[in-house]
Each structure stands twice: as C-alpha cells, then as structure tokens.
C-alpha cells in the first residue's frame, strides 16, 4: 500500500474509534436504574438536580426584658418599739406596720392609754381618747418623744426596738357578765406591766404566759393577742 493510502486511513480510524465510543457509553447509561438518577441531592428536597438546602428551623427571638418596668415596692416596715418614761412612772410598747402604729401605755394601776397613729418619715404621731396622744422621733433605731395621759399628765419617754416578746398584748372577755379588756406592754426581757379594766374599774392585769399567751382572771382563762399596728385599738 502506498504512503498516501496509510496517511487517508489514520483519520478513518479515529473516527471510527468515536463512533464505536459513543454507542458503548449510550447503551451503559440506559442501563442505569433510573430512580437512582431521580434521587434528590438533599433529604426532604425536591428531585434531581435541585439544590435548594433544607429550610432551617426558625430560632425563637430571645425575650426583651422590659426595660421600663417600675421597681418593686419594698417590703413594709414591721417592728416593736418598747421602753418606759424618764421617771419610771409608766411602761410604753409600741407596734409598727408600714405607716401605721399602735401603741400602750400603763404602769400597772390606774393609768394607762391606748394610742394608735401613723409615722411619717421619722415622725410618730398618734392619739387615744379624751385628749391622749403621743409625738415622737424616730432616731438611731429608738423613738425619742412625749405621751400625754387622758388626765393631762404629759409623759417624755424613749423606746428601742426590740425584739420578742416585746410588743403589745391585748385580751377581750367577759368576767362576770361584765365587759373586760386588759393590756399588757412588754419589754424585750419579758418585763410586763398591764392594766385590766372590768366594767369600769381598773386593777393589774394577772401574768401573761408569753409563750402560750395564755392568762387566768379571777379563776377564768383567756388567751391575749399581740397587737399589730395595723390593728384598730381606739374605739374599737
């Protein structure tokens, strides 16, 4: 064979050598499972060729917090107040709850007052009936002031705060078809002075058990109450 029939044979064949590739490669794909070419290419996407990535789950926005609320109210002030006059004559308690107060005073006999009021910053002004009263200063944990008895008799005084048993006690009863209200002020010892009024006559009021607040009146028991400043004991 000449030259020139090798050189025209060499593109022939390589045609034909793409020729034969093309129809192997075209019979292999068709043989290929065509679900598997359906498969999406992200789980839970749609089918083949998409590209969109699973949607993210959204994240819940943290909570503001709010940044105008008011500020919360401080608790009440509770506390007791006990002491006695600058010459002794009388005992005093006195019981505070917020801006209300309530106070007793007595020396055991025949003179006593109930007193109730308000504070207001550190002053104290209460008053009783017919004419009592009590005003005062609230200093270095102590209430520094005057009482005033029904009678007249004007009574300085100074009370510190204190802690149980101190405080003011109070018992109503019957004793012998008469109306009985007898008041105990105790200091922070267990000192107590108290005054029972039967009817209207006054005498000093028998010992109060601190513990049980238990008492006996001429062979009857009773149970007294410590008194809050909150509680009504003019008048009532």
């Known amino acids: 064979m000449s ?22 490669l075209f019979a292999a794909n068709s043989r290929i499972d065509p ?6 290419l992200y789980p839970g996407t749609g089918g083949a060729g998409a590209t969109t990535a699973p949607s993210a789950e959204p994240s819940a926005a943290p909570s503001a917090e709010p940044t105008d609320a008011a500020p919360a109210a401080p608790a009440a002030l509770q506390a007791v107040y006990a002491g006695v006059t600058s010459g002794g004559e009388a005992t005093i308690a006195m019981a505070v709850d917020g801006d209300a107060v309530a106070a007793y005073l007595c020396d055991g006999g025949a003179l006593e007052a109930w ?18 009263g ?9 209430v520094f002031g005057t009482v005033t008895t029904s009678s007249g008799l004007a009574l300085p005084f100074s009370a510190a705060a204190s802690q149980p048993p101190a405080g003011v006690y109070e018992a109503r009863l019957t004793l012998d078809g008469l109306a009985t209200r007898i008041g105990w002020a105790v200091l922070p010892d267990g000192t107590q002075v108290g005054v029972a009024t039967v009817g209207g006559s006054k005498r000093e ?9 238990t008492f006996e009146i001429d062979g009857s028991p009773g149970t007294a109450e410590a008194v809050a400043g909150t509680d009504t ?3 009532g």
């Open 35 to 40: 679900a598997a070419s359906s498969a999406p």
């Open 115 to 132: 007193l109730q009021g308000t504070v207001d910053g550190d002053t104290v002004t209460l008053t009783g009936r017919n004419g009592a």
């Open 134 to 142: 009590l005003t005062g200063s609230v200093t270095g944990g102590a």
């Open 233 to 235: 004991v003019v008048g």
């Open 3 to 24: 030259a020139r029939r090798r050189r025209a044979a060499g593109p022939l064949t390589t045609l034909g050598a793409v020729v034969l590739l093309t129809v192997v």
């Open 205 to 213: 009021a028998p010992p109060l058990d601190l513990d049980a607040r």
